[in-house]
């Protein structure tokens, strides 16, 4: 659950931002960096209704910050089509897949600001469903390519490493 960080000069402002990395109070305008708000290694700044606040994250999971508002039917679009074409063709292998990918898409549907933590289960199960609907429907990865590839990313991050 994020929380908004209170200006450091009127205790009563939240942050905005102003510019990249330049943050104003709303209240009094005081002005700030970055780097006055440290964040511990299970924490993210995030920008939620224009307002900065504190994301935690739990062990194991990744941030995806979606930019525009059409990120989430997108990928949701991309989960109901592995849904559903896994009732006649495997897409999921594992039986907890399916849960996981309905425990996300419900996520997508209450949530379609972000940004949200997610866990390598739902990485994989969403980055499947990506997979499936670049198959079927090739246009689709030319939605929105930056976005997919920050997925692609945050899914080969939560994946434990490899013994060499």
């Known amino acids: 659950m994020p929380v908004p960080i209170l200006c ?35 924490e993210r700044l995030v920008v939620l209704a224009g307002v900065l606040q504190v994301l935690v994250v739990p062990v194991g999971h990744q941030v995806i910050a979606p930019t525009r508002r059409c990120h989430a039917p997108h990928l949701g679009a991309g989960l109901v089509l592995a849904l559903r074409l896994n009732r006649t063709h495997p897409v999921y292998r594992r039986p907890e897949d399916i849960p996981t990918a ?29 997979d499936v609907r670049n198959a079927l429907l090739p246009s689709a990865s030319r939605q929105h390519p930056d976005f997919d590839a920050e997925i692609r990313a945050a899914h080969a991050r939560s994946r434990p490493p490899h013994p060499d």
Not at 116 to 130: G, I, K, N, S
């Open 102 to 130: 309905e425990s996300l898409l419900a996520t997508l549907d209450a949530d379609d600001q972000g940004p949200w933590a997610l866990p390598p289960e739902q990485l994989d199960v969403l980055t499947r469903a990506m």
């Open 8 to 42: 450091h000069v009127c205790h009563e402002g939240r942050y905005a931002p102003r510019e990249p990395g330049l943050y104003a109070c709303r209240s009094c305008g005081n002005r700030v960096t970055a780097s006055a708000f440290p964040v511990r290694s299970d």
